[in-house]
């Protein structure tokens, strides 16, 4: 089975919230340590709605490292 790989829209990342499609699939990734995590809008509809991704991620902490060095991306998985 062929992995799939996610397909950032970096342009999204300045895009406030609201302004994002539905459609558009989230992913939380990791900077230190490199884990991706699949994140739902309905958990970040719960967020200020006129922040933008980039100005979100530094409120995400990975449960993985344990680190506050995240970035939240919108796009859509390959493969």
């Known amino acids: 089975m062929p992995e799939r790989h996610f397909l950032p829209a ?3 990342e300045t895009y406030a919230l609201y302004q994002i499609p ?4 989230f ?3 990791c900077q230190s340590c490199g884990a991706m995590k699949e994140i739902s809008r309905a958990a970040l509809d719960r967020l ?3 922040a933008s991704l980039k ?3 530094p409120r995400f902490r990975c449960t993985l490292c344990g680190e506050k060095n995240a970035r939240i991306m919108a796009g859509g998985w390959s493969g």
């Open 27 to 29: 992913v939380v990734e």
């Open 22 to 25: 539905h459609g558009r699939t």
């Open 10 to 12: 970096s342009l999204l």
């Open 55 to 57: 100005e979100l991620s």
């Open 48 to 50: 200020p709605s006129m």
